[in-house]
């Protein structure tokens, strides 16, 4: 079967399970579709384990045709991105850009160094040769919160606009920042080369800077073309310009894809919406591209419930699993936590906060492709062929599933009381307003 009829199956798959779910089940759509093909990859098994019907290898070959990695991150990754840059309120996040600006850095890169450092201990203290890079790795690919995860549970229950702003924001940059760690430290962990501080100084630069200006360049280049014609359709097939052919010449002169395509869809949400778009093409903009975006994000969600079926599960993964997803959460918690501390010195904020971005700070299929693009053959446990990709894979496997099923169908209770924390918050404020202005009257 060719990847595109492999595509189509599951493309119907996922559309299938949607509308059962939209029946029937009333779940968050990404999650019911998570859930589904994990529930239909583990009937698999256990048919293929009892010699029921043998539907085990077939099913894994079907995955398997399909490079996880290459299909988001050199496909799909673009348009999802660049959709989400479509729907950021660039005066929003002008509100908020030095906490989304410390949360996409600092927190980002306390968080990778806090798992390396931990996970490094833990493996020292369980017998397993896991190297201090390798740790460090394995932070930098599940440190940075995913955009798509999070902009299709998080953003749809309308938290508090500067809660929203902050998850949406971080999500969409640390995306780009953390891929620009994570090849850095790849580089390092199997480069030929010896790095050096100014390389890995320049690389950082090349690839994180270097996206950005790409991507205003791009941005501004689709601005002037989508101006320059009134034909509604010719405006939209326009914009698919971006996360197709820009992306991919990002790819060809080495600097972030991520990045240029959530600066160009900022721009081009917040500056050609208004001014380069007929009156047609603005009213019809969001709902062609949140179509794209549900497709895309139902075929990508099935196949991250369905990689199970790659996986060979060792004693050692389960325990690594077990690991993983409370090592992840700390570490969360306290990159967080930390910057709140320095954020309420200057701004009051929603008491709820820190546990919103904490449990909302969601991790989907880029950390998987990621960790898939880790090269295979390093044992760490040479009596079971255990390498250091299927330790990586395993775990960020169970972070990703554990984050999109429990993390993004649990969020909702803390999200409506942050919403009643608000409200009380405004009040309150509203009647210090009052107060101030009966002295000044008086």
């Given at each position: 079967?060719s990847?595109?009829?492999?595509?189509?199956?599951?493309?119907?798959?996922?559309?299938?399970?949607?509308?059962?779910?939209?029946?029937i089940?009333?779940?968050?759509?990404?999650i019911?579709?998570?859930?589904?093909?994990?529930?239909l990859?583990?009937?698999?098994?256990?048919?293929?384990?009892?010699?029921?019907?043998?539907?085990?290898?077939?099913?894994?070959?079907?995955?398997?045709?399909?490079n996880?990695e290459?299909f988001?991150?050199?496909?799909?990754?673009g348009?999802?991105?660049?959709?989400?840059?479509?729907?950021?309120?660039l005066?929003?996040m002008?509100?908020?850009k030095w906490?989304?600006?410390?949360?996409?850095?600092?927190?980002?890169?306390?968080?990778?160094?806090?798992?390396g450092?931990g996970?490094?201990?833990?493996?020292?203290?369980?017998g397993?040769?896991?190297?201090?890079?390798?740790?460090?790795?394995?932070?930098?690919?599940?440190s940075?919160?995913?955009?798509?995860?999070?902009?299709?549970?998080?953003?749809?229950?309308?938290?508090?606009?500067?809660?929203?702003?902050?998850?949406?924001?971080?999500?969409l940059?640390n995306?780009?920042?953390?891929?620009?760690i994570?090849?850095?430290?790849?580089?390092?962990?199997?480069?030929?080369?010896?790095?050096t501080?100014?390389?890995?100084?320049?690389?950082?630069?090349?690839e994180?800077?270097?996206?950005?200006?790409y991507?205003?360049?791009?941005?501004?280049?689709?601005h002037?073309?989508?101006?320059?014609?009134?034909?509604?359709?010719?405006?939209?097939?326009l914009?698919?310009?971006?996360?197709t052919?820009g992306?991919?010449?990002?790819?060809?002169?080495?600097?972030?894809?991520?990045?240029?395509?959530?600066?160009?869809?900022?721009m081009?949400?917040?500056?050609?919406?208004?001014?380069?778009f007929?009156?047609?093409?603005?009213?019809?903009?969001?709902?062609?591209?949140?179509?794209?975006?549900?497709?895309?994000?139902?075929?990508l969600f099935l196949?991250i419930?369905?990689?199970?079926?790659?996986?060979?599960?060792?004693?050692?993964?389960?325990?690594m699993?077990?690991?993983a997803?409370?090592?992840?959460?700390?570490?969360?918690?306290?990159?967080?936590?930390?910057a709140?501390?320095?954020?309420r010195?200057?701004?009051?904020?929603?008491?709820?906060?820190?546990?919103?971005?904490?449990?909302?700070?969601?991790?989907?299929?880029?950390?998987?492709?990621?960790?898939?693009?880790?090269?295979?053959?390093?044992?760490?446990?040479?009596?079971?062929?255990?390498?250091?990709?299927?330790?990586?894979?395993?775990?960020?496997?169970?972070?990703?599933?554990?984050?999109?099923?429990?993390?993004?169908?649990t969020?909702?209770?803390?999200?409506?009381?942050?919403?009643?924390?608000?409200?009380?918050m405004?009040?309150?404020?509203?009647?210090?307003?009052q107060?101030?202005?009966?002295?000044?009257?008086?």
């Amino acid at each position: 079967m060719s990847v595109y009829y492999t595509l189509c199956f599951l493309s119907a798959a996922a559309m299938m399970i949607a509308f059962v779910n939209h029946k029937i089940g009333k779940m968050q759509t990404t999650i019911a579709i998570t859930a589904g093909s994990m529930v239909l990859s583990l009937l698999i098994l256990i048919a293929g384990h009892n010699d029921w019907f043998q539907l085990t290898e077939i099913a894994t070959k079907t995955v398997a045709s399909i490079n996880f990695e290459d299909f988001l991150l050199k496909g799909i990754l673009g348009f999802l991105l660049f959709a989400g840059g479509l729907g950021i309120k660039l005066p929003h996040m002008r509100d908020q850009k030095w906490e989304i600006t410390v949360l996409a850095l600092g927190a980002t890169l306390f968080s990778t160094f806090f798992i390396g450092i931990g996970l490094y201990a833990i493996t020292l203290l369980l017998g397993i040769n896991f190297s201090f890079i390798y740790c460090l790795l394995f932070g930098s690919l599940i440190s940075p919160t995913d955009p798509i995860a999070v902009l299709a549970i998080v953003k749809k229950l309308n938290a508090p606009r500067r809660i929203s702003t902050q998850i949406e924001g971080e999500s969409l940059f640390n995306d780009g920042f953390g891929l620009v760690i994570f090849v850095t430290l790849f580089t390092i962990a199997f480069g030929t080369e010896a790095p050096t501080v100014s390389s890995v100084t320049m690389l950082f630069i090349h690839e994180a800077i270097g996206g950005i200006i790409y991507g205003l360049a791009l941005g501004l280049l689709f601005h002037y073309l989508i101006s320059a014609t009134n034909d509604h359709s010719m405006e939209l097939l326009l914009t698919i310009g971006v996360p197709t052919a820009g992306y991919v010449f990002a790819e060809v002169i080495h600097v972030s894809g991520p990045l240029a395509m959530v600066v160009s869809g900022i721009m081009i949400g917040n500056w050609t919406r208004f001014v380069g778009f007929s009156k047609e093409s603005q009213d019809h903009l969001d709902h062609f591209w949140e179509l794209v975006d549900e497709f895309l994000n139902g075929v990508l969600f099935l196949l991250i419930g369905m990689s199970m079926l790659l996986f060979e599960f060792h004693s050692e993964d389960w325990i690594m699993m077990a690991i993983a997803t409370p090592l992840v959460l700390a570490s969360r918690y306290f990159s967080v936590l930390l910057a709140y501390a320095g954020f309420r010195r200057y701004r009051k904020y929603n008491p709820w906060s820190v546990r919103i971005l904490t449990w909302g700070g969601l991790r989907g299929g880029l950390a998987l492709a990621m960790a898939l693009s880790i090269p295979s053959g390093i044992l760490v446990v040479p009596d079971k062929l255990i390498d250091v990709k299927e330790i990586i894979v395993v775990m960020t496997y169970a972070v990703v599933v554990f984050s999109i099923l429990i993390q993004g169908s649990t969020i909702t209770p803390m999200i409506n009381r942050a919403k009643q924390a608000e409200e009380k918050m405004q009040e309150a404020e509203a009647e210090i307003d009052q107060t101030e202005s009966k002295h000044i009257e008086q």
